[in-house]
């Protein structure tokens, strides 16, 4: 069963310091990985995407990395906003020839605080 | 880019009635489109995949007859909640494909029944 899994479900951090955010997935075949930032009451926006090959990706302050041996991701957030606040969600595409199909991790939530 | 708008953002209705929620790819064509539904501090949960000109296909659990779902043209999907119950208040987010940006996610409805 294809599944994603991110951790910790929840985070508290002070402005200005930095955090790693984990997923590990189980989604074969593996297409791309995705992480997304959701703010509360809005829709997901996409932060990176990887591919198989690619180990490291980078937005802004984001940077997500990919280790497609032992499937596990990481989104690393450098020095840390208010703005920042919201849950992080991990995505893993596969494509079984029939169509993608979007495997959702259940998110970290992050606070920023002051 | 590629711009999903939905719309309304928020709703409340009473219990019985439908309520509509439309989604448009504003900027691209969007021959498939995607409907999920959030619960509070859940993850999306893919509700039913919507193909213009045909029929929507449903995920296992989802009823057809309540979720009604129209993708009547290459730029809007619309979602009705019919005789709507105070249990389908929810979260409820599209999404569309667009070539290498890959999905793009609406800004949600929050759909209140009362």
């Known amino acids: 069963k294809n599944q994603v899994e991110q951790s910790p479900q929840s985070l508290i951090i002070l402005e200005g310091k930095n955090c790693t955010l984990q997923c590990n997935y189980t989604v074969s075949p593996f297409s791309n990985l995705r992480w997304y930032k959701q703010d509360t009451g809005r829709g997901p926006v996409s932060l990176t995407i990887?591919?198989?090959?690619?180990n490291t990706k980078s937005n802004g302050r984001y940077t997500a990395t990919l280790d497609a041996d032992t499937k596990q991701s990481s989104l690393h957030i450098t020095a840390s906003q208010l703005s920042d606040s919201a849950s992080y969600i991990c995505v893993v595409t596969s494509n079984t020839g029939g169509g993608n199909k979007l495997t959702f991790g259940t998110g970290t939530q992050l606070k920023v605080e002051l | 880019g590629a711009v999903v708008s939905q719309h309304p953002s928020r709703v409340i209705c009473k219990s019985g009635t439908s309520v509509k929620i439309e989604c448009r790819s504003l900027?691209?064509?969007?021959?498939?489109m995607f409907w999920y539904r959030q619960f509070p501090k859940k993850s999306l949960m893919l509700m039913a995949t919507s193909n213009e000109g045909s029929k929507a296909t449903y995920e296992q659990g989802v009823e057809k007859d309540k979720f009604l779902i129209n993708h009547a043209s290459l730029t809007l999907s619309t979602l009705t909640v019919t005789s709507a119950h105070p249990e389908d208040s929810s979260f409820y987010i599209c999404?569309?494909?667009?070539?290498?940006?890959?999905?793009?996610f609406g800004s949600g409805t929050r759909l209140t029944v009362v």
């Open positions: 999404s569309a494909m667009r070539d290498t940006y890959g999905y793009t």
């Open positions: 990887m591919t198989f090959s690619e």
């Open positions: 900027d691209f064509q969007a021959t498939t």
